[in-house]
């Protein structure tokens, strides 16, 4: 079995600060993860991933997330904070077996607030 | 193209109404999927099918059906909705084949409220 750990249901940080939201899993076999944002009343738009190629993954809006096997960790981080930023963060594990046809399994969710 | 697309975009039941909701994709997607996202959980997987004809059991499968009768669409249904089953609910659909490959694209979601 799978299983996803976002620590800190809520995370502040002021604008132009650094943003860091962390992911941790668990998985028998090497697993994809992903980050995924939700703004209010969205639903879910894909952020990065990592699918054993590169260990560090960059995707939309200035995000980048680094995957560490020995931590099992994939934690998000931007550099700057921008107040467009505000959303809810969702990490997300799948298995590769089957080709992960059967779903993603989601963390919690981390509510991201920007201070001016 | 529309996307996923899900109807109705909000709903308020009693208790031991049914109701049925209704996941469009104009992709041509094979896989598709249902989650329901409650506060503090996360998204949970309820239901899933990898094509026409087929549907298979998520996380929480309790409570609710599904159907796949046409490629473009998943039905989700509640047939005696419980209080429990107040949730935003999210369809979402990809292409087949590894995932590493193919994202999942998801719905603006369905808010249902069971009173």
């Known amino acids: 079995a799978q299983s996803v750990t976002q620590l800190g249901s809520h995370v502040s940080v002021s604008e132009g600060a650094l943003v860091l939201l962390r992911c941790n899993y668990s998985s028998s076999v090497p697993p994809y993860l992903f980050w995924y944002v939700q703004y209010p009343n969205q639903g879910l738009q894909l952020l990065l991933k990592y699918t054993s190629a590169a260990t560090l993954v960059k995707g939309i809006n200035g995000f980048e997330a680094e995957f560490k096997k020995s931590e099992t960790s994939f934690h998000l981080t931007k550099p700057s904070a921008h107040m467009s930023d505000a959303a809810e963060y969702f990490c997300?594990?799948?298995?590769?077996?089957?080709?992960?046809?059967?779903?993603?399994?989601f963390g919690k969710g981390t509510h991201l607030i920007i201070q001016p | 193209n529309a996307g996923v697309t899900q109807t109705p975009k909000f709903r308020v039941l009693k208790t031991g109404q049914s109701m049925t909701l209704l996941c469009a994709q104009d992709m041509n997607h094979e896989y598709m999927y249902w989650y329901r996202q409650d506060p503090g959980m996360g998204l949970r997987l309820i239901h899933y099918?990898?094509?026409?004809?087929?549907?298979a059991k998520g996380e929480v499968p309790d409570g609710y059906n599904v159907s796949r009768l046409k490629k473009q669409n998943f039905l989700l249904g509640l047939e005696s909705a419980a209080p429990s089953q107040t949730s935003v609910y999210f369809c979402?659909?990809?292409?087949?084949?590894?995932?590493?490959?193919?994202?999942?694209?998801f719905g603006p979601g369905t808010r249902l409220t069971v009173t």
């Open positions: 997300a594990v799948s298995s590769p077996s089957g080709g992960g046809a059967d779903g993603l399994t």
């Open positions: 099918s990898v094509g026409e004809g087929t549907t």
């Open positions: 979402a659909s990809r292409p087949p084949g590894d995932l590493s490959s193919y994202e999942q694209y």
